[in-house]
C-alpha cells in the first residue's frame, strides 16, 4: 500500500473544525461548571443546557467583569450561529466514513470521526433553542472580548479563525468581523506564543499558518523553515501517537515545499530556540491527535 504523506493538517484543512470549532479533546471533570454571577460564587449554570433564558444573566455577569460568562457567551453564542453548518458537517463526514472500503484501516477512525461530530450537532441543536440569529451572530464578539480581556483559551480560539464569526469567502473590508480580526488577531496569537494554557496550541497554529499557501487562512508570513520547526518543537513533548501524526506533517511539508539540507538544518537551530521557549510542559503531554481547538463544549471557559 502506498504511503500516505497528506498530514492532518486539524486546524483550517479538516471542513468540521472550521465551521464549529469544536475540538475531540478531552476535558477534565473539574472543569464541567461555569459562574455566571462575580457576586455569587454559588450560582453556577451547567454545561450543555439549553442557552436562551441564560442569555441575559450572562451579559449581566459580562458586563460586571466576569471574563468566564463572557467566554461562555462568544462559545454558546457562536455554535448557535453555526448550527446549521455543523449539521451539514456531521452529514458530509457520515458520508465519507461510509463511502470507504471496509478494509480500509482509517475506516474505523473516520466512522468515530464523524459520529462525534454528529454527536455535537445535535447537541447544538438543543442547546440553542429559542437563540435569536441577533444574539447567535454576536458571538464572536464576547470570544474577542475574553480575549482582549487575557483568557488565553478564547484567545487561540479566536485566533485560530474558531469563534472569530469569520465567512472565509467573503473575507473583505465592509465585513465587521473580518476588521476586527485583522487587527486584533496578531496580537492575541504573539501573547499566546510566548507562554500561558494555550502556548502549545497556538505552535500547531504557527506551524498551519507559516505553511499555508492560502493567505485567508494566515496571520503569520509564509515560512516552511518555521512551519517544520513548530512541528518538531512540539514533537520534543508529543505523546507517541501524536509524534506519528508530526511526523507525517513534517515528512509532508519538507517534500511539498522542496526543503534542502540547509533549510533542514535552519529548522534545527529555529527548533531549539522555540523549545527553550515552551514552559511547564512535560515530556509526552502534548497530544492534539484530535485535534487543537480549546474544547467541545464551554469547559474551556473556566481555565
Request: proline share 4%; hydrophobic share 40%.
Amino acid at each position: 500500500m502506498k504511503k500516505n504523506l497528506k498530514p492532518l493538517f486539524i486546524v483550517g484543512c479538516i471542513l468540521m473544525a472550521v465551521l464549529s470549532g469544536f475540538s475531540l479533546l478531552a476535558v477534565s471533570s473539574d472543569s464541567r461548571q461555569i459562574s455566571t454571577n462575580p457576586a455569587d460564587t454559588k450560582h453556577f449554570l451547567e454545561l450543555e443546557v439549553p442557552i436562551a433564558g441564560h442569555i441575559s444573566p450572562l451579559k449581566v455577569s459580562s458586563i460586571g467583569g466576569d471574563i468566564k460568562a463572557t467566554c461562555r457567551l462568544g462559545f454558546e453564542l457562536d455554535r448557535c450561529s453555526l448550527s446549521t453548518a455543523l449539521d451539514r458537517s456531521a452529514t458530509y463526514f457520515e458520508k465519507r466514513a461510509a463511502a470507504m472500503d471496509t478494509d480500509d484501516p482509517s475506516k474505523s477512525r473516520r466512522a468515530n470521526f464523524a459520529n462525534t461530530i454528529r454527536k455535537q450537532a445535535d447537541q447544538a441543536k438543543r442547546v440553542c433553542v429559542g437563540v435569536s440569529k441577533k444574539d447567535a451572530d454576536d458571538g464572536w464578539r464576547y470570544t474577542l472580548l475574553a480575549a482582549k480581556k487575557g483568557h488565553q483559551q478564547a484567545a487561540i480560539r479566536y485566533v485560530m479563525q474558531v469563534g472569530a464569526g469569520l465567512n472565509l469567502a467573503e473575507l473583505t473590508d465592509s465585513n465587521d468581523a473580518w476588521l476586527s480580526y485583522k487587527e486584533n488577531a496578531p496580537i492575541l496569537f504573539s501573547d499566546a506564543l510566548t507562554g500561558g494554557s494555550a502556548q502549545a496550541q497556538a505552535y500547531v497554529y504557527a506551524a498551519f499558518n507559516h505553511l499555508s499557501e492560502r493567505p485567508g487562512w494566515r496571520i503569520l508570513p509564509f515560512d516552511p523553515i518555521k512551519g517544520v520547526a513548530y512541528y518538531e518543537t512540539l514533537k520534543i513533548y508529543a505523546s507517541s501517537p501524536y509524534k506519528e501524526v508530526l511526523d507525517r506533517n513534517i515528512e509532508y511539508s519538507i517534500k511539498t515545499k522542496n526543503m534542502s539540507a540547509s533549510d533542514l538544518e535552519q529548522v534545527s537551530k529555529y527548533s531549539r530556540e522555540l523549545a527553550a521557549k515552551l514552559v511547564n510542559i512535560p515530556i509526552g503531554g502534548i497530544d492534539f491527535v484530535y485535534g487543537v481547538a480549546p474544547s467541545e463544549n464551554a469547559a474551556y471557559c473556566n481555565l
